[in-house]
């Protein structure tokens, strides 16, 4: 395992929602990440689907681990926006967020976020958003 | 406690995952629904803050109680974006939706997500999406 | 008038395409802005209905002053979203913008389009987005 | 040209607003839509940039133009969230949209919107958002 992915995966361990939801750092390279969920009951909603803030938290997370991938690991999300395509049935989620564009403060981020089950893998919401670097002049804002 | 918020109250604590992440529904009128969620040390993120997806959780959620308050039971929320306003340190997050234009086939709703601590109360994150009935047309997409 | 509106009345006329869709600044005080465009045929579609992407203008344009009243005049728009509410038929439209937050470099803003006809003023989009101040380090940015 | 193409070009022809702008739909498939404005003085702001308003119509129109691919003629822009990432100095945007998933009464697209100068290409906004079918059950919303 590389030393960046290496240190994503204790960065995600150290954020104890991460934990609670179970979620796994699968990949992360320059302008690139990918978290992994694997989908137990109290994910769930009321219908057995996965819950919208399952999906959100994912792929939020996702685009923040992108932005941080070229910003550096002091990152905030400023804002992000997703779309719900289907319903998430499945045994795992995966979440793979990319940089579209990256200045020396922000990061504009798109994030693909699919379910897996009986061997498929569905496209279940996209996501667009913005991650900023944290920096002196943005603390109060962060 | 009236009807609507009782069978409102039976409906998140049918979600899993709202279990998870101990959220009660605190007001549910028609056009409006505040959502409460007590902060534990599972919800936060490595700075000891509320985990940004905790907040689109909530957000995302009361953004689906207002929108169902008009529309019925059987709603699903299609999109939505949300911007962070500043970190959510304190006792208690609230998130409070309002309808802002509805049709018979779904809702537009906006929510602000306020955070409580030392008698202070802070507006952290504000959001704005659409909530969609299912009809059977809308199944696939549901 | 007071200095404040005057001033911004003064950048929206230096904007061409402002100029060309007809909007004038009718309200600006710190923390809110106000654009009226007069309805004309040539900012329509097929249907007679005012174009989305007037709408959007007018959206944004309103979202982009309310940020500058509080960040000052050297801003751009980084990012928003609209909500179409309804069909935009009348004789003006109105986009009021408000801020909901601000730091030092960024204000959150949200905005409501109205259209007026015939004695009414019906709101036919809701918006919501950033505005940054342009500095050195976000130039490459802006 | 195929009838697919003449068709669009007679739709967005049929709308005074994409007139005025100088708009051409310059590609258009099941699936996919290209728009294309050549960059004029009435279409900037006070700083000689393309005016933001510009780009989120051509982002937008965009958006509808790739729902309508799949959908059929009668649709309407539901909603959308656009990025700004670079100013937009050239002579040509081009606008391109895919539509990401449809269902029979939706589509959700996304858009990239280039500026083309001095033989370079620079992507200079992204865009994603929704696009519904008109149906008599949703007409009140449209």
């Avoid at 959100?56 to 923040?64: F, I």
């Amino acid at each position: 395992m590389d030393d960046s992915l290496q240190l994503g995966k204790q960065a995600l361990a150290s954020q104890p929602f991460s934990v609670l939801v179970g979620a796994e750092l699968t990949g992360y390279s320059p302008g690139w990440a990918e978290l992994t969920v694997p989908i137990t009951h109290q994910l769930k909603q009321q219908h057995g689907f996965v819950h919208g803030g399952v999906i959100s938290y994912v792929a939020g997370n996702a685009l923040t681990f992108a932005g941080g991938s070229v910003l550096g690991p002091a990152v905030v999300t400023s804002e992000y926006k997703i779309n719900y395509l289907r319903p998430a049935i499945g045994t795992v989620l995966i979440a793979r967020a990319t940089v579209i564009y990256s200045s020396k403060t922000q990061a504009v981020c798109r994030c693909d976020v699919f379910v897996i089950g009986e061997g498929e893998e569905n496209l279940c919401a996209v996501s667009q958003g913005t991650i900023a670097r944290i920096t002196q002049s943005s603390e109060a804002q962060a």
